[in-house]
């Protein structure tokens, strides 16, 4: 079969790679419009940061895995397309700030209209509010000319920084399609793609809308935990209970469960907020307001901890950073990735540049120019320095700030730190991943999130 895959992001290509180095009989074609993006794909500098992808990239590239900027042709050819382009928060109009922006995804659709020659089977990679299946159908049908289209949807669940691990032993395969017999088919033969290294038990199938809501929802829940953790946090400080003990008795606990209660400076990514805000949306649109209600909580939880975490930087170092210098480890959303989307960094150093406090920044994977533009700031702006290691960003700090949970910041050599510190030489550990007992020995004077 050949597979195209219109989107060359953080899923479609990781995905496409997986599915090509798992489905040798199967031809893969990565496209996208950005042709820096597809240069990046040839090159041995991929544009997207995940462990192991490099390995399985090299494998497959030139043999089964194509990526190219020619759209038209790769869809032409292909027996089944993939829509996998983003799908962000729309900024402007009707639904602004809240609604997913879905022009991107229409855009594909009208392409697929107007490039095919045969019949297809699209299929919905991207994350996409539910009934979104019913325009693109629209959209293909009315110009269809005797072509069959089958809409399949199949949202990625993968994490960033462990979506090679999760591509390759996923929890669960969603496919949802049409309940006819043509939709069953067309669902199989997507269930045959990945029965070639996942467990057939784990390849759920169910009806479009199913599909289509159940990515929303799982963003929706693993968010909500993450906001209600940090939530106690906030009454942890005030109490003397630490909320890494409170987290560990309550995951005990199987009906909960110990995953995703991590108290930290709050969520980021390219994900929850803007799937959260398209569910708040969708609720508000169908005369749901409570529940709209009740999911955008989520998002204010999660606003409060960031600005939180900024305002208790200030009122430590006596009630102002105005000319201190305050050094940032960490920038990226997460460990192991280069995004910077929805990044709790950004709102935090933003609330500090705010407040004229000199920002010197380290993170072994973003790039200066991402910084720079995920704070507005010109190359030129001497509020921020962007450091080569974390020593250096360090030297001569007032504060450190740990805001990524990167596995290096734990194997630092903090007396080193310490002594090249201002005192009294602070230290806020936005993730909880430091020893805040072995900190103050040093003499640093250490707090984390959640610890009163
Ligand atoms: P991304 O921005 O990294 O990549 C999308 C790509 O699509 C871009 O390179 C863009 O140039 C390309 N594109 C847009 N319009 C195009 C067109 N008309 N023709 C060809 N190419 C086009 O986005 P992403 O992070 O890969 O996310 C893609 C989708 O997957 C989104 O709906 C997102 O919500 C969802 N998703 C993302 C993740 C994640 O971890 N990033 C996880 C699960 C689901
Ligand atoms: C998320 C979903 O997990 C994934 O299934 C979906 O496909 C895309 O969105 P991602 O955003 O890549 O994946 O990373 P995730 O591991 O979910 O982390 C999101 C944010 O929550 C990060 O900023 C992370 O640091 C934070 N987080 C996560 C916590 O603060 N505490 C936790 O316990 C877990």
Not at 140 to 160: D, H, M, T, V, Y
Request: aromatic share 8%.
């Amino acid at each position: 079969m050949k597979i195209c895959c219109i989107g060359a992001g953080y899923v479609g290509g990781p995905t496409m790679a997986m599915i090509a180095h798992k489905c040798e009989d199967h031809t893969v074609t990565v496209v996208d419009i950005n042709e820096a993006r597809i240069d990046a794909w040839n090159s041995v500098e991929l544009p997207v940061y995940e462990p192991g992808l490099d390995e399985i990239v090299q494998a497959n590239r030139g043999k089964n895995l194509f990526f190219s900027t020619d759209v038209d042709s790769a869809i032409r050819e292909a027996d089944m397309i993939f829509m996998s382009v983003n799908t962000p928060t729309k900024t402007y109009g009707v639904g602004a700030g809240r609604a997913a922006d879905l022009r991107y995804i229409e855009k594909c659709a009208r392409k697929i209209a107007e490039v095919c020659e045969g019949d297809k089977i699209v299929v919905e990679k991207s994350t996409l509010p539910v009934r979104t299946a019913e325009s693109i159908k629209r959209i293909l049908e009315s110009n269809a000319e005797g072509r069959k289209f089958q809409i399949l949807s199949n949202p990625e669940f993968l994490a960033e920084g462990t979506a090679i691990q999760d591509l390759q032993n996923p929890d669960r395969v969603l496919i949802g399609g049409d309940q006819t017999p043509e939709g069953k088919a067309a669902i199989q033969i997507l269930v045959d793609v990945y029965a070639a290294w996942v467990p057939e038990e784990r390849i759920l199938t169910t009806n479009l809308w199913s599909s289509e809501l159940s990515k929303l929802t799982a963003n929706a829940f693993l968010a909500q935990r993450i906001s209600s953790i940090n939530a106690i946090s906030a009454l942890c400080e005030a109490t003397e209970a630490n909320v890494d003990e409170v987290a560990h008795a309550i995951g005990t606990d199987s009906r909960i469960g110990p995953k995703f209660l991590k108290s930290s400076v709050g969520f980021g990514g390219s994900c929850f907020q803007k799937d959260i805000l398209n569910l708040v949306y969708l609720c508000e649109h169908f005369g749901l307001p409570d529940v709209a209600a009740y999911w955008n909580s989520v998002i204010e939880m999660n606003d409060y901890q960031k600005h939180r975490f900024a305002r208790k930087v200030v009122s430590t170092l006596f009630n102002t950073v105005s000319d201190k210098k305050i050094a940032v480890l960490g920038f990226a959303f997460k460990k192991d990735t280069n995004d910077t989307r929805e990044s709790a960094a950004i709102y935090i150093c933003k609330d500090l540049l705010e407040e004229q406090a000199n920002l010197s920044i380290y993170d072994p994977k973003v790039p200066e120019a991402q910084m720079l533009r995920d704070l507005e700031l010109g190359e030129k702006d001497d509020s921020i320095t962007v450091c080569g290691d974390a020593y250096e960003a360090t030297k001569d700090a007032h504060a450190v700030l740990v805001l990524t949970e990167w596995d290096e910041f734990k194997e630092l050599d903090y007396k080193k730190i310490y002594d090249a510190m201002h005192l009294p030489a602070f230290l806020f550990d936005g993730r909880n991943v430091l020893d805040l007992e072995a900190l103050r020995e040093i003499g640093f004077e250490a707090s984390g999130i959640g610890k009163g």
